[in-house]
């Protein structure tokens, strides 16, 4: 079957019923993305389709008709604000839920530009750090929203 991934097409000889998770990090090599849970319930494997955050382990590949964006193709090559705000912020610990984080952050500000706490803490809740980065992942995504407010 057919698979457009960061904006290249790929054919991918696999069960239809396999997640969209291990085509991403199996067959393509898009390792950016993290397995946690596998049951779609830590986020870790949040990528976007059609510009929707999801997570990756709930979707068979079978399913997906749009385009998926991982996290080696957010910024086509370059940071982009959110991710530049996100260094800055010192985010990361461990760094594991952080490619997640970044992608469902970037989904919230693309349809809600200017997030309050609870419109932040709504779409993050599905994404868990163990390390406890909550703070600052909210405190970067209001950082983000002013530069690209500013921009
Ligand atoms: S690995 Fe997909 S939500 Fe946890
Ligand atoms: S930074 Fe370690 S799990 Fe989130």
């Not at 870790?44 to 079978?62: F, I, K, S, W």
């Not at 992608?103 to 997030?115: E, F, G, H, I, N």
Request: aromatic share 4%; with cysteine.
């Amino acid at each position: 079957m057919k698979i457009v991934v960061n904006g290249t097409e790929h054919q991918v000889e696999v069960d239809p019923q396999t997640p969209l998770l291990w085509v991403l990090r199996d067959v393509l090599g898009l390792t950016g993305t993290k397995f946690g849970c596998g049951i779609a319930a830590c986020g870790a494997c949040t990528v976007h389709l059609d510009g929707e955050a999801v997570p990756a382990c709930g979707v068979a590949v079978g399913e997906v008709t749009g385009e998926v964006t991982t996290i080696e193709g957010l910024g086509n090559g370059v940071l982009t604000p959110l991710q530049e705000v996100w260094i800055g912020e010192q985010v990361a610990q461990c760094g594991y839920c952080q490619p997640g984080q970044i992608m469902a952050a970037s989904a919230l500000l693309r349809r809600t530009p200017d997030p309050t706490d609870d419109d932040i803490d709504e779409a993050m809740s599905g994404n868990l750090c163990r390390c406890g980065t909550y703070p600052r992942i909210r405190a970067a995504i209001h950082a983000a929203a002013a530069r690209l407010r500013d921009a």
